[in-house]
């Protein structure tokens, strides 16, 4: 299904919560805070996602099962990349090779 989604999956729902499940950490959410474009403009298929989760519980740089009510359940490769008082910043980054023509 990974191959499915595109930033337009994410967008619609920045703001909402998403499970996350993994073989080395206990059930945490996290909170998705934003969806961005990156690379060539790969018409919405490059794009990064930022999620925040709690600071009590820290995920290292793993793959997790996401689980959202709209989009179902996904494994992504999630990786740590800071911390605010608000809590763990976490990046998801979606990088595909231009289409062949």
């Known amino acids: 299904m990974s191959d499915d989604l595109t930033r337009d999956t994410f967008a ?3 703001g909402t ?4 499940t993994s ?3 206990t059930a945490v959410e996290l909170e998705l ?4 474009d990156i ?6 298929l490059n794009f990064r ?3 925040r989760g709690p600071r009590e519980t ?6 997790v099962e996401l689980e959202h009510p709209e989009i179902g359940a996904v494994a992504l490769f999630i990786v740590p990349v800071g911390a605010d008082p608000a ?15």
């Open 23 to 25: 073989a080395s950490t």
């Open 87 to 101: 809590g763990v910043q976490y990046e998801v980054v979606f990088n595909r090779l231009p289409l062949q023509r």
């Open 49 to 51: 996602l930022l999620f």
């Open 58 to 63: 820290t995920l290292g740089q793993s793959t």
């Open 33 to 36: 805070v934003e969806v961005t």
């Open 39 to 44: 690379g060539d403009g790969n018409r919405g």
């Open 12 to 14: 619609p729902h920045i």
């Open 17 to 20: 919560r998403f499970a996350v």
